[in-house]
């Protein structure tokens, strides 16, 4: 089955550190890789959308200077929070589109990333 | 925007009794997928409706996409203390807006 994986599973910065979360799609080739949020007892938030080779489309309300994306290849997104604060703490998960593409397809998510910025 | 809401935010069921969460959106969805998360963990993937007024089952699980394609729910038969976990639905047409969720609790 299609497996997506994320790097670190945890990571604790200081405030004012930038810090790289890794995405990766083990078995498939994805074109499509979405980056969500969760904070404690809510729902995924869509943070943004990376698509290989191009310019992540961002949802309204997320800083693009603040949350770097970049989808180099076809298996791989990195989100890099720039200048981190305790408020960007939260659960960080990527999700993976297959080459199919298209609406209604699967998205395949990774394990998250729990960051806490003291 | 799209807007997915959930009901309940919360159910507490003895172990044993059936359970229900339901989906709705403020617009006509494509497709409607449901997700479980255990306490800590990543959302799993459970299925995906596409057709309207489509009916699917595995085990002890039911799942509806309503008629007008704007509501969905998930019904559990029997629970047992594996089902621990919130539930969510999404749905979208290019991307996914995830429900509120439904945080499912068990009382042995």
């Known amino acids: 089955g299609a497996v997506v994986s994320q790097h670190p599973s945890r990571v604790i910065c200081k405030s004012g550190t930038s810090v790289k979360i890794e995405c990766r799609s083990l078995?498939?080739?994805?074109?499509?890789m979405f980056w969500y949020r969760q904070f404690p007892k809510q729902s995924l938030m869509l943070m943004a959308t990376s698509n290989e080779g191009s310019k992540a489309t961002y949802e309204q309300g997320v800083e693009k200077d603040k949350f770097l994306i970049n989808h180099a290849s076809l298996t791989l997104s990195t989100l890099t929070v720039t200048s981190a604060h305790p408020e960007d703490s939260s659960f960080y998960i990527c999700?993976?589109?297959?080459?199919?593409?298209?609406?209604?397809?699967?998205?395949?998510f990774g394990p998250g990333t729990r960051l806490t910025v003291l | 925007g799209q807007q997915v809401m959930q009901i309940p935010q919360y159910q507490h069921v003895q172990e044993g009794e059936d359970f229900t969460t339901y989906c709705n959106s403020s617009?006509?969805?494509?497709?409607i997928q449901w997700y479980k998360q255990r306490p800590g963990g990543h959302p799993v993937f459970l299925i995906q409706?596409?057709?309207?007024?489509e009916v699917k089952k595995q085990k002890r699980l039911t799942f509806q996409f309503g008629e007008a394609k704007k509501n969905s729910s998930l019904h559990i038969t029997a629970t047992q203390t594996t089902d621990v976990g919130t539930y969510f639905c999404?749905?979208?047409?290019?991307?996914?807006?995830f429900g509120t969720g439904t945080r499912l609790t068990i009382i042995p």
């Open positions: 999700s993976a589109e297959g080459l199919a593409g298209g609406p209604g397809d699967t998205q395949y």
């Open positions: 409706l596409v057709k309207s007024g």
């Open positions: 999404a749905g979208g047409n290019e991307k996914l807006t």
């Open positions: 078995d498939f080739q994805a074109t499509t």
């Open positions: 617009t006509t969805l494509s497709n």
